[in-house]
């Protein structure tokens, strides 16, 4: 399921640093190699407790993660929408990412020196906001001028689309991004349509220094994006990526070691990963067996007959049941042959929406 995060940030606050480290991650990875699809694209595992249990549980000969695309945007200065820096590319970059992971700085340090002459997260986060609004205004006036004829001639569709189209004027020129208006089902499907870049739902990663990370709390620079990210319903990941980089390049027992010695339970790149996989809708089942145990990726609401799809399209289309059972259930049990003693493994059909965490064989013929 090719679906990718876009990180973006302003000069010099560790936005290419953490993507070093994400696609360094990756690379280390045994199990799931870094992927390069260009030069700005990685590809690493999603971080997931619950394969490594499996895995000992069903001793199988090989263990395959699921994955996450992340992308790295090209810089951002005030004017992008216009052109200034490398907004064209900045621009059509973003619009081919699903999330965007912003990464604002939280840290003060007079070596390196930012793109505004001062350390203001909040500042720095609505001189993006701001860039992206100005490129979906100019968008929708456009498209205003061609459904503003057919508006007139009393075209339903037409009419419903101007209305809307004049909702988003109104909420760009308060500078306002689409994403925070209360829109109608019908609306949505509409605006799916615009390709609108203040639609994409956004992920804040706020870079602090190593003193600080483990005491964000008194960061006020956090605190501050934090309250702005509670506003708008998003969430902040606090990280810290010049120590994400140290970290990328050690694994296994190494890594966990290096983690207890600072204090921290887990790596702030495995809670941005998550957080982002989580921000799409994402969701994870298993496969397991002798052979292999296996994570896959699905979208939240997903049936069992489109989820077997994801493996193979034959499964699809050949689908007859599921055999299912809740990583709870399997665990609490010790084995799937207890699992299905004690009536924790179900047979379901083609309606059965499929649950983060399951654990399914399909039964398909073709």
């Known amino acids: ?43 690493v595992e999603v971080p997931d407790p619950r394969l490594e249990k499996l895995t000992d549980m069903f001793q199988p000969k090989k263990t395959i993660p699921t994955a996450f695309e992340f992308t790295d945007i090209a810089g951002i200065v005030e004017g992008a929408s216009k052109g200034e820096g490398l907004g064209n590319k900045f621009l059509s970059h ?3 990412v699903d999330a965007i992971s912003h990464v604002v ?12 002459g001062s350390v203001n997260p909040i500042r720095d986060i609505e001189v993006i906001n701001l860039e992206l609004i100005l490129a979906d205004l100019e968008t929708v006036e456009k498209r205003v001028e061609k459904v503003a004829k057919l508006a007139k001639s009393k075209d339903k569709e037409a009419m419903a689309e101007h209305e809307l189209l004049q909702k988003l004027i109104t909420a760009f020129q308060e500078e306002k991004p ?8 019908d609306e949505l499907k509409l605006i799916h349509g615009f390709q609108l870049l203040t639609m994409k739902p956004v992920l804040y990663a706020a870079n602090v220094s190593e003193e600080d990370l483990l005491g964000d709390e008194d960061n006020e620079y956090v605190q501050a994006v ?28 190494e890594k966990q070691e290096f983690l207890d010695d600072l204090g921290i339970e887990e790596a702030g790149l495995d809670q941005l990963i998550r957080a982002a996989y989580n921000l799409l809708g994402l969701e994870t089942f298993f496969t397991a067996g002798e052979p292999e145990v296996r994570a896959w990726t ?39 042959n207890a699992a299905k003693e004690a009536g924790k493994v179900r047979l379901e059909g083609k309606e059965y929406v499929v649950k983060d965490g399951d654990v399914i064989h399909f039964r398909f013929n073709v």
């Open 226 to 253: 934090k309250d702005y990210a509670a506003q708008e319903g998003s969430e902040v990941i606090t990280v810290c990526a010049k120590i994400e980089s140290e970290i990328a390049e050690l694994e296994g027992e």
């Open 1 to 43: 399921m090719a679906l990718t995060t876009g990180i973006v940030g302003l000069p010099n606050v560790g936005k290419s640093t953490l993507f070093n480290a994400i696609t360094q991650a990756g690379a280390e990875s045994a199990n799931y190699p870094f992927c390069t699809i260009d030069p700005n694209v990685g590809i």
């Open 298 to 336: 699905i979208r939240s609401g997903m049936k069992a007959p489109q989820a077997a799809g994801v493996i193979h399209t034959d499964f699809e289309r050949g689908f007859i049941r599921a055999e299912v059972v809740s990583y709870d259930d399997l665990m609490a049990n010790g084995s799937m």
């Open 178 to 185: 689409a994403r925070s208006l209360d829109l109608t089902e």
């Open 105 to 116: 700085r939280c840290f003060n340090d007079g070596d390196i020196t930012h793109v505004s």
């Open 94 to 96: 973003i619009r081919q």
